[in-house]
């Protein structure tokens, strides 16, 4: 059972242009989670997506970025228009229907987008 | 709202000695509570969870026991090791938008562990 799949591991670009991050959760596995890491910091909450539908996007910038995490495919974390200050680390994670008590979130590489 | 305080490093220490990352957390109701670790260059890997209080997570060798009347959750090793270098997170569950329970993680800052030789 392969763990979390992010892809790309980095990823470059030029202010304005757009970052696609993608996040392929584990088997089994219906929600999402995306966190951002800036340098010398902790992780901090982005987005909670369960399939096909945005649960909590409160800790999502209100501009230029989005996530969606569709029937068929990964989820997507989308920044356009990038700026220096969006370079970070961008950890997915993934989790299983829970029981009423969290479950464990797994956790995956992560993208490290470095805007230039 | 809720959040998670956790001392700040680095801390280093020489192998086979005593471990204590402090952890204190502000939250409503009762959250559930983590230590994660972060090796170089690697995503996050789960080390130890307690779900309710006095609860006593433990793996490999970490453990963190679950305080509610002093909202701690220290993490702790007897010995430690070169391999556990790395940077631990200690966070906690929030709750979701009408209070059910939920994956949503609140991390602390995070502190580096060098261990040295």
């Known amino acids: 059972n392969a763990g979390v799949m992010q892809n790309p591991r980095h990823l470059v670009r030029r202010r304005g242009q757009e970052a696609r991050l993608r996040c392929s959760p584990m088997k089994g ?5 995306w966190y951002r890491q800036l340098p010398e910091e902790g992780l901090k909450f982005m987005v909670y997506l369960q399939k096909e539908n945005i649960i909590d996007e409160s800790g999502m910038p209100k501009e230029r970025f989005s996530a969606e995490f569709p029937k068929e495919g990964p989820s997507i974390l989308r920044i356009q228009q990038v700026v220096r200050g969006d370079s970070a680390a961008y950890f997915c994670a993934s989790s299983p229907p829970g029981q009423g008590r969290p479950t464990e979130a797994f956790f995956g590489q992560g993208t490290r987008l470095t805007v230039v | 709202g809720d959040s998670v305080t956790q001392m700040e490093g680095p801390v280093t220490l020489s192998e086979e000695a005593c ?12 959250p559930s509570l983590f230590w994660y670790v972060q090796y170089p260059g690697e995503g996050l890997q789960l080390l130890l969870k307690a779900t309710k209080a006095d609860d006593k997570g433990s793996n490999k060798g970490f453990e963190a026991t679950y305080r509610k009347e002093t909202t701690s959750f220290h993490l702790e090793k007897g010995s430690v090791q070169v391999s556990d270098s790395a940077v631990y997170f200690c966070a906690l569950s929030d709750r979701g938008r009408y209070g059910g329970a939920t994956n949503k993680l609140i991390f602390g800052t995070g502190t580096l562990l060098a261990v040295q030789p």
């Open chain 2, 19 to 30: 471990l204590t990352i402090n952890c204190t957390y502000t939250a409503t109701g009762y």
């Open chain 1, 29 to 33: 596995h219906s929600h999402v989670y």
